[in-house]
């Protein structure tokens, strides 16, 4: 699949609008990656003669999100798969176990979905709850109720529809990386909290993504400390 997606800042303000984020990321420089500052924002990179790979971490929601960007520096067709992500956790490089879940892009666009549709359902039932409300009382107060309930359902369907579009714009999917080209991709996973049965005993202080590309690794890792 040949397609070129063009990330925007949205992915940045989607963190913001969907609450505070508790924790922030930095990433961490070694023999492999470099980090860089760009738009006031610190980057990991690594660059290699056929290739160059950016990475950012942040939270949205209650999930991890990593973006992702890789520049095609060969002559060659560079072929990235949407199962090439694995995000892991711990508390120092050698301590880490993989994260409860890395989504591929199918996955993720599909559990959105869901979620979504869920939401919409059940705005829809009050809406007609409402509605059944407001023509056996006909009172101004059910009226209202009716109204605001309808409102909220448009709302919640708009939005629900640009999110799902900005999803399927911007998530890492299989794809074919022209020469000279660039592609842009959004990983998410969700890490484990403490006192689960996954060997995580105190929160975790770093993460990770794994990309393997072209049969060969590239890990970023990213300090995680928690907004006080």
């Given at each position: 699949m040949k397609r070129q997606y063009l990330i925007v800042t949205a992915a940045l303000l989607i963190s913001l609008v969907s609450g505070c984020a508790s924790y922030y990321y930095v990433p961490v420089e070694n023999e492999q990656v470099m980090v860089i500052a760009e738009r006031g924002l610190s980057i990991a990179v690594i660059e290699e003669e056929s290739m160059r790979i950016n990475a950012q971490a942040g939270d949205e929601k209650e999930h991890i999100r990593f973006r992702v960007e890789i520049k095609n520096n060969s002559?060659?067709?560079?072929?990235?798969?949407?199962?090439?992500?694995?995000?892991?956790?711990?508390?120092?490089?050698?301590?880490?176990?993989?994260?409860?879940?890395?989504?591929?892009?199918?996955?993720f666009l599909e559990k959105e979905s869901d979620s979504a549709a869920t939401m919409a359902c059940c705005l829809c039932m009050g809406a007609v709850a409402s509605s059944a409300s407001a023509a056996r009382d006909g009172t101004v107060s059910?009226?209202?109720?009716?109204?605001?309930?309808?409102?909220?359902?448009?709302?919640?369907?708009?939005?629900?529809?640009?999110?799902?579009?900005?999803?399927?714009?911007?998530?890492?999917?299989?794809?074919?990386?022209?020469?000279?080209?660039k592609y842009r991709g959004l990983v998410y996973g969700d890490l484990w909290k403490n006192g689960f049965d996954s060997g995580v005993k105190t929160d975790s202080t770093m993460?990770?993504?794994?990309?393997?590309?072209?049969?060969?690794?590239?890990?970023?890792?990213?300090?995680?400390?928690k907004v006080n």
């Open positions: 002559d060659a067709i560079i072929s990235i798969n949407e199962n090439c992500a694995t995000i892991r956790q711990g508390t120092a490089p050698g301590n880490m176990i993989e994260a409860k879940k890395t989504y591929t892009a199918s996955e059910s009226r209202l109720n009716e109204h605001i309930a309808y409102e909220n359902l448009d709302k919640e369907l708009e939005e629900s529809a640009s999110y799902l579009v900005f999803l399927r714009n911007n998530l890492l999917f299989t794809s074919d990386i022209l020469p000279g080209k993460i990770s993504i794994t990309l393997r590309i072209n049969e060969k690794e590239y890990v970023f890792l990213f300090s995680r400390n």
